[in-house]
């Protein structure tokens, strides 16, 4: 009897990461060390925002009704699938343009591949799903660039334009705004359960769900004279976004553990151990500006610094209009979103009370 040939392990790309999603970012605390030194240089008079307060994206002003909103966003595979590596990155670096109140208008394409490794195919299946976003969300992948790299890297540079009357930025919220979170956190968590293989599949499609939406309300919530600032929630955790808009804003942002929305299964998982590096990470760079409030459960501040990949937007609006801004997230799928936090008058820094 002719014995079948042995089959081939299937590949697993997060098994060429030494870390995956916004996970990979370097820690905050680092980055601020990093970046100390680097001097401001030239700052031309149509630049509306830079990296001063660790906003989402550059924003460059064209005229007086268009402004260009510039980003770029890449990472190592945080799942093993490659169609589906492909649709997470392009869906977290496209999120920066809706995140500054932009419409997206193109991307191009960030390719660096252990070529020797990886089959052609399975790299071309990690394009597809970049191109499969990008064409959900109304925009070619116009060019880009491609390098042989030891570990797998994909992403975008994605340019949008806005109105300059409606860019939102981290640092305008005001004192007496209420924070709503467009959708529920513990991505990182399900990431590392993911990693260890205790994710079932109906966690894992729960994990495709949220990081690959489109957090397409942006623009329409930049609309509203209610809204104030915006940020997107990735690799800082949702401790780390809301304390960059108190530092922005120089105010004090209050988030209320019991109103944060979680991916199911998540703060299980986390009882369980699945925390990242990063979530420790994070906390290292940012804990001493952080007041948590007695009570809280055990995982709350895992969950709360855990990297968020294509995490939803947060939101700092006057409380007149929170139904609005509500409504546009529930037109747009968003079923989740909901009221986290609020804004208060006083020194910047963040507390987490228990709600």
Known sequence: MTQSPPQAEPIRLTAFSHGGGCGCKIAPGVLSEILRNTGTGLIPPELMVGIETADDAAVYRLNDEQALVATTDFFMPIVDDPYDFGCIAATNAISDVYAMGGRPILALAIVAMPVGKLPPETIGRILAGGQDVCRA??????????IDSVEPI??????????????????AARAGDVLVLGKPIG????SAALKKGKLDADGYARMLDTTTRLNTPGPALAALDGVHAMTDVTGFGLAGHALEIARGSGLGVTIDWAKVPLIEGAEALAAEGCITGASGRNWASYGAEVVLSEGLPAVARDLLTDPQTSGG?????????????????????FARAAVVGRVEAGAAGLAISRG
């Open 137 to 146: 969300a109304g925009i070619p992948i116009a060019g880009g660039h491609t």
């Open 154 to 171: 994909y992403g975008l540079v994605a340019l949008g334009l806005v109105h300059p009357d409606r860019v939102r930025r981290n640092a």
């Open 187 to 190: 991505v990182g968590v399900l």
């Open 313 to 333: 937007l947060l939101v700092s609006c006057a409380p007149e209009a929170v139904e609005e801004v509500l409504g546009v997230f529930r037109a747009e799928g």
